[in-house]
């Protein structure tokens, strides 16, 4: 018996109990034997304060007589169980009546003892209840423990994820920057010419006001076009988070606009087939995605060596989904890398200037953003009755 107590200690020194009982002396002494084994004990003569305490503050074991006044156990369990159904509860009573036995479990009850108490039977009920809280404690803790690590790993997943969309726009950056180099230079040639020009016609006094007229004009043009280009590769970079209704074949233009000189050094058609679909989202993010697959197709057509290089661009409303294809004729990606190309820091680029982000980015960005998904995958196709092969990325999203 000692034994079975210093067991039942162990496990029940943390736990605390209510205990409803109307009969004063069995009440007093199972109150003496219970507080020797549970953190907290408190006593209620009746149902209804059982209750009203209960809601007040709460317990791990609930011990209760039936008969009682204002409310008996029965009914107190059901009230308490509906406010917890894992509330632990252990009735106590002289009635041996069957529908007593059935009623508690159906209310659930852990256990039920018959009057006279039995204190070793008593400690056995005990000792299984306590036991079943502490396992269920452990869950919920490990449950706890579950939770926070989750967020932990999605916390760092987030910081992952900016990183790398730092890292993706910096490589953008970086096409952007030697794109914006080349369409330079044609202004700024102008520019030094036209301003050379007027010095040494002002010079041998052979400047006439038509052809100061004619360089100022010049200079004003092609600085307009510089500044055009600063606002290009300034909005892209805006941390602008805010949704915006804005026009699909706009942010394509624009796309195709900051990476233009490469395309056109590279002889790079763009066939478009755009209709004029609007959509709520983030503008700034759909460009670097189609810069992203501009520039794969880039690098693919640029290992064309004879004939034409195109990239196709296809936008189209049906119902509720937009779809966008864009396709080349870069004779598609190898079979043994296609389901490997989204994926972090993959790149087939070798020791060149890939990061391997740029594709991985573009999916997130569809998925994340703007809720719809990105695929690839090797096509042919006949245009103007030549036989062509390339990949096309297939991106679809949910009309708003």
Excluded at 98 to 103: A, E, G
Excluded at 113 to 131: G, R, W
Excluded at 316 to 340: S, Y
Aim: hydrophobic residues 40%; proline residues 2%; charged residues 30%.
């Amino acid at each position: 018996m000692k034994k079975k107590i210093k067991n039942l200690i162990e496990i029940t020194k943390n736990l605390t109990v209510l205990y409803a009982e109307d009969d004063d002396l069995l009440r007093e002494s199972s109150y003496s034997y219970l507080k020797k084994i549970f953190y907290k004990v408190i006593c209620v003569e009746d149902g209804e304060k059982a209750l009203d305490l209960y809601k007040k503050e709460k317990f791990d074991i609930i011990i209760t007589d039936i008969e009682m006044p204002n409310m008996n156990g029965l009914e107190m369990s059901k009230m308490i169980k509906k406010i917890n159904p894992n509330q632990e509860i252990i009735i106590i009573s002289a009635y041996t009546n069957s529908d007593y036995f059935i009623n508690s479990i159906e209310i659930g009850v852990s256990g039920y003892i018959l009057k006279p108490t039995d204190l070793l039977q008593m400690s056995e009920v005990l000792y299984k209840t306590s036991l079943k809280i502490l396992e269920h404690n452990k869950v919920i803790e490990y449950e706890k423990f579950l939770e926070q690590r989750v967020e932990e790993e999605i916390e760092k997943n987030k910081i992952s994820q900016k990183i790398l969309f730092e890292q993706s726009k910096m490589a953008a950056m970086g096409e952007m920057l030697e794109s914006i180099a080349h369409q330079w230079r044609q202004p700024l040639s102008v520019i030094t010419t036209a301003a050379s020009g007027m010095k040494i016609q002002k010079e041998y006094e052979m400047l006439t006001d038509d052809s100061f007229i004619e360089s100022t004009d010049a200079i004003i043009s092609s600085a307009l076009h510089l500044s055009n280009t600063i606002d290009d590769f300034r909005d892209f970079f805006k941390q602008n988070k805010r949704k915006e209704l804005f026009s699909l074949k706009n942010s394509f233009h624009r796309a195709t606009k900051l990476l233009s000189s490469k395309f056109k050094n590279r002889e790079i058609n763009i066939i478009e087939n755009i209709k004029d679909v609007k959509i709520m989202g983030l503008n700034n993010e759909l460009v670097q995605v189609f810069m992203n697959i501009l520039n794969n197709a880039k690098d693919a057509l640029e290992e064309i060596k004879e004939g034409k290089r195109f990239i196709f661009i296809n936008i189209h409303k049906k119902e509720n989904n937009i779809a966008i294809t864009i396709k080349d004729n870069g004779n598609g990606i190898p079979d043994k890398i296609l389901n490997k190309i989204f994926k972090s820091h993959f790149t087939t680029k070798s020791n060149k200037d890939g990061t391997g982000i740029g594709l991985y980015m573009a999916k997130q960005i569809v998925e994340d953003h703007f809720k719809g998904n990105l695929k690839v995958k090797n096509v042919n196709y006949e245009y103007k009755g030549k036989k062509y092969k390339g990949a096309e990325f297939l991106l679809n999203i949910p009309a708003n």
